[in-house]
């Protein structure tokens, strides 16, 4: 069946550290794939796309890889801030035609000043 | 400001009424979603609307049926509500289907 797995535990850094964040899936075959943040009682920010044919690719602080034969992408947030203390959700295409959105569970992220 | 709208933020009702969240979009896009998030955070797609029409419309009980009068706005009724249908609903909209969605605020249903 697929899944998308990222990890439950919360991810505490300090500040001015380098977040690193993980997003597992198995049986799907992704044309892309998306991160989104979202704050306690608020909607998900939408915040990069990656497509199959990226490695890599990045918005200010942001980078986000994209390995499709380990079917895993990874999350940077660099220079981290405590303001980026969030919930941090992958999300993948769950059939290709439908393009409906299946997310991960998320994983928090808390950065201490 | 542009953005997603929806109202109400929270619901609390009984068991076996009948509700509606509207959800309403300025951002000029085609697609419009409703999603659920349960208690375990999990976010999942329920329905989406390109251009008025249902596009996609996943397992979920027929006790909820979607409604688009205009690309702006898509609302949700829930009939006969069950207490397993308390979570936070949030709207969605893209400019393309499945891509960049930007959510609303969220409508924490909560059935007694």
């Known amino acids: 069946s697929q899944k998308i797995e990222q990890n439950s535990e919360a991810l505490n850094i300090q500040e001015g550290k380098t977040a690193t964040l993980t997003c597992n899936y198995t049986?799907?075959?992704?044309?892309?794939l998306q991160w989104y943040r979202q704050d306690p009682g608020r909607g998900p920010v939408f915040l990069l796309l990656?497509?199959?044919?990226?490695k890599e690719k990045r918005k200010e602080r942001l980078k986000v890889t994209f390995d499709t034969t380990l079917k895993q992408s990874l999350f940077h947030i660099t220079a981290s801030q405590p303001a980026d203390s969030a919930t941090y959700l992958c999300?993948?295409?769950?059939?290709?035609?439908?393009?409906?959105?299946?997310f991960g569970s998320g994983t928090r992220l808390q950065v201490q000043p | 400001d542009t953005a997603v709208s929806q109202t109400p933020k929270y619901l609390v009702t009984q068991m076996g009424n009948d509700k509606s969240i509207k959800c309403e979009q300025n951002?000029?896009?085609?697609?419009m979603y409703w999603y659920k998030q349960d208690s375990k955070k999990f976010l999942k797609i329920m329905f989406s609307?390109?251009?008025?029409?249902?596009?996609i419309n996943e397992t979920v009980p027929n006790r909820f049926s979607p409604k688009s009068p205009d690309k702006a706005h898509l609302n949700l009724h829930i009939n006969s509500l069950e207490l397993g249908d308390s979570a936070v609903y949030f709207c969605?909209?893209?400019?393309?289907?499945?891509?960049?969605?930007?959510f609303g605020p969220g409508t924490r249903l909560t059935v007694l």
């Open positions: 990656i497509r199959e044919n990226e």
């Open positions: 609307y390109n251009n008025k029409e249902l596009i």
């Open positions: 049986n799907y075959s992704p044309a892309y």
């Open positions: 951002l000029g896009h085609d697609t």
């Open positions: 999300a993948l295409e769950a059939d290709t035609g439908r393009r409906a959105l299946t």
């Open positions: 969605a909209s893209s400019r393309e289907l499945g891509i960049e969605q930007f």
